[in-house]
T-cell receptor, first 115, second 117 residues
């Protein structure tokens, strides 16, 4: 069974440009999460989808970030316009509740560098 | 508010030595989950273990063992007889079980383990 995949693995863009990150969750997982780790800081929660619905976007830093999950399968996270402080590693995770318990499985992350 | 602290930023050991990674957490909830993830050089976060706050039994899986102590709010991780392949960053994480699923994780800062041959 394929794990969580993310594309691209790396992205280098200039300040002011737009970047779109993609996450494909494990097949059948209804829950999809985005996290990010900026340099020297902890991994922080950004938002959570259940199928195509946003359940919690309390971690989204500002309105330059837009996440979508059309059709409840893959998700995209768009940063527009990108700023220097957006540099970091963006992780996606997915989960499916089993026996009233949940484990989030993570992808390899997308390393974003904004110059 | 939740908080996870991994006081050790980096640990260096020689192969076959044991290494213990500390994790201390803060939460006001009585029901929560604790996790450990491994991040090898390839970058992905690999799930290692989930522990329910009601289950304080220690767990062993091969060379890995975990010590959960609610009295000290700690969930420490020991690698016995370390190997070079254990070199990675290890993250401790906490989720408050508000609902059956969809509980965001709070991570510690990670501990980098370097195992030298």
């Amino acid at each position: 069974e394929a794990g969580v995949t993310q594309f691209p693995s790396h992205s280098v863009i200039e300040k002011g440009q737009t970047v779109t990150l993609r996450c494909d969750p494990i097949s059948g997982h209804d829950n999809l999460y985005w996290y990010r780790r900026v340099m020297g800081k902890e991994i922080k929660f950004l938002l959570h989808f259940v199928k195509e619905s946003k359940q919690d976007e309390s971690g989204m830093p500002n309105n330059r970030f837009l996440a979508e999950r059309t059709g409840g399968t893959y998700s995209t996270l768009k940063v527009q316009p990108a700023e220097l402080e957006d540099s970091g590693v963006y992780f996606c995770a997915s989960s499916q509740e089993l026996a009233n318990q949940e484990t989030q499985y993570f992808g390899p992350g997308t390393r974003l560098l904004v110059l | 508010a939740q908080k996870v602290t991994q006081a050790q930023t980096e640990i260096s050991v020689v192969e076959k030595e044991d290494v213990t990674l500390d994790c201390v957490y803060e939460t006001r909830d009585t029901t929560y989950y604790l996790f450990w993830y491994k991040q090898p050089p390839s970058g992905e976060l690999v799930f290692l273990i989930r522990r329910n706050s009601f289950d304080e039994q220690n767990e062993i899986s091969g060379r890995y063992s975990w010590n959960f102590q609610k009295s000290t709010s700690s969930f420490n991780f020991t690698i016995t007889a370390s190997q070079v392949v254990d070199s990675a960053v290890y993250f401790c994480a906490l989720s408050e079980r508000v609902k059956a699923a969809g509980n965001k994780l709070t991570f510690g800062g990670g501990t980098r383990v370097l195992v030298k041959p």
